[in-house]
């Protein structure tokens, strides 16, 4: 079965940092491009970033530029997104995906994770 498991996600006080991790089983991370997206209460779900296949392109929504850094294990079949300088308005679920592409990609994702949880509060 193929699956993505997202943790790391907590609350954390303003200023404060978290790291995602990303765990696939059932299938190699090795072929796919991966995403970050995240929902918080009462708005749609936003990308945030994504990773090329072998980890050599990224990109980042404009509010994340300079704070989220976006990598990858292939060895560990693993992805993760470094989140420094949270801001209240990161609250959200974030959520990984995976698409079966070379490049990063916004959207058409096939593969999601259930999300985790990151709450930035004083």
């Known amino acids: 079965q193929l699956q993505l498991v997202e943790s790391g996600g907590g609350l954390v006080q303003p200023g404060g940092s978290l790291r995602l991790s990303c765990a696939a089983s059932?299938?190699?991370?090795?072929?796919?491009?991966i995403g970050w997206f995240r929902q918080a209460p009462g708005k749609e779900r936003e990308w945030v970033s994504c990773?090329?296949?072998?980890?050599?392109?990224?990109k980042y929504a404009d509010s994340m530029k300079g704070r989220f850094t976006i990598s990858r294990d292939n060895a560990q079949n693993t992805a993760y997104l470094q989140m420094n300088s949270l801001k209240p308005e990161d609250t959200a679920i974030y959520f990984c995906?995976?698409?079966?592409?070379?490049?990063?990609?916004?959207?058409?994702?096939?593969?999601w994770g259930q999300g985790t949880q990151v709450t930035v509060s004083s």
């Open positions: 059932g299938f190699t991370l090795d072929y796919f491009a």
């Open positions: 995906a995976a698409t079966r592409t070379l490049m990063c990609v916004r959207s058409g994702y096939e593969y």
């Open positions: 990773i090329s296949r072998h980890g050599g392109s990224t």
